[in-house]
């Protein structure tokens, strides 16, 4: 199948309710959706929402991307695309880069599979899972309404919780938030903590020792990114799994992560990595 033709189409979406983490509030989400003829009437879908709080670029730099590269990919075959993607686009920084090729990825699986008349799961493997589990995602909020939220997360269904943390004006106000949202969900239901790499090193550790009682399923991103020995040192010293987020932009850095021990989850996010 070869490429006969590229559109997108931006989009904004509104949050239903703000929200809040240790970096500040966010109130939408913007992004684009790809879409990918080819030249046997199949269509494939994708789509690239850059996340710029993460260093992962802009819509408008996506958008510059797409409009530079899109017509030197028509005719190509949909196995030439990647190749082209991974020479194009440089010099516009990797995070927009890896959004847009994050949209190709998918709408060339997508076209693939249905030329196949099978999903995309089962194009890319054959033992696929019918369901998987989601948490539900509570932001920087006071503690009466992030046990409100828990509550809503437990009646639900969800079977694990994250709650963001890092932006209390104390530790004693983090724990009183911590505490009200376990005593809502019960001993059941798993709860994460997200810093987003609020604290730092000595402060990470003392924060996660004095919330482990509340039985943390892991703590993500502890520390800043790019402070692998300080992430290291805190998992180290507390008992609570610990995940790296903002430090796993691509293989080569999810492989230092590993190499030093810094990390017992990696936190993959598609638009990041690419």
């Not at 309710?17 to 030249?39: N, P």
């Not at 958008?63 to 030197?72: C, K, M």
């Not at 799961?121 to 828990?150: C, K, M, W």
């Not at 609020?198 to 003392?206: D, F, L, P, R, Y």
């Amino acid at each position: 199948m070869r490429v006969t033709r590229l559109r997108w189409t931006a989009y904004r979406l509104p949050f239903r309710a703000d929200f809040s983490t240790s970096r500040g509030v966010s109130t939408y989400r913007e992004g684009l959706i790809l879409r990918l003829d080819t030249d046997s009437g199949v269509v494939g879908l994708g789509e690239a929402a850059p996340i710029p709080e993460r260093g992962g670029g802009t819509l408008s730099e996506a958008l510059a991307i797409l409009d530079e590269v899109g017509s030197g990919l028509m005719g190509r075959q949909l196995d030439e695309v990647q190749a082209l993607m991974d020479e194009t686009g440089r010099g516009h920084g990797d995070g927009a880069m890896a959004a847009v090729r994050c949209a190709f990825d998918i709408a060339l699986l997508d076209a693939t599979a249905r030329a196949a008349a099978i999903s995309v799961a089962d194009l890319l493997t054959g033992g696929v899972r019918r369901s998987v589990v989601v948490n539900a995602t509570i932001g920087a909020e006071a503690p009466t309404r992030a046990a409100a939220q828990a509550a809503t997360a437990r009646e639900s269904g969800y079977p694990c919780v994250k709650l963001k943390v890092g932006a209390a004006r104390s530790a004693d106000e983090e724990r009183r938030r911590v505490a009200a949202v376990r005593k809502v969900l019960g001993p059941e239901i798993r709860l994460r903590i997200d810093a987003n790499g609020a604290w730092g090193v000595e402060q990470a550790v003392g924060a996660i020792r004095g919330l482990e009682e509340y039985d943390l399923e892991m703590v993500e991103q502890p520390v800043a990114a790019g402070d692998l020995p300080g992430l290291a040192r805190v998992r180290a010293e507390v008992d609570a799994p610990i995940a790296a987020d903002e430090d796993v932009t691509d293989v080569e850095a999810a492989e230092r992560v590993l190499e030093v021990g810094a990390a017992d989850v990696l936190v993959v996010k598609p638009m990041v990595v690419g």
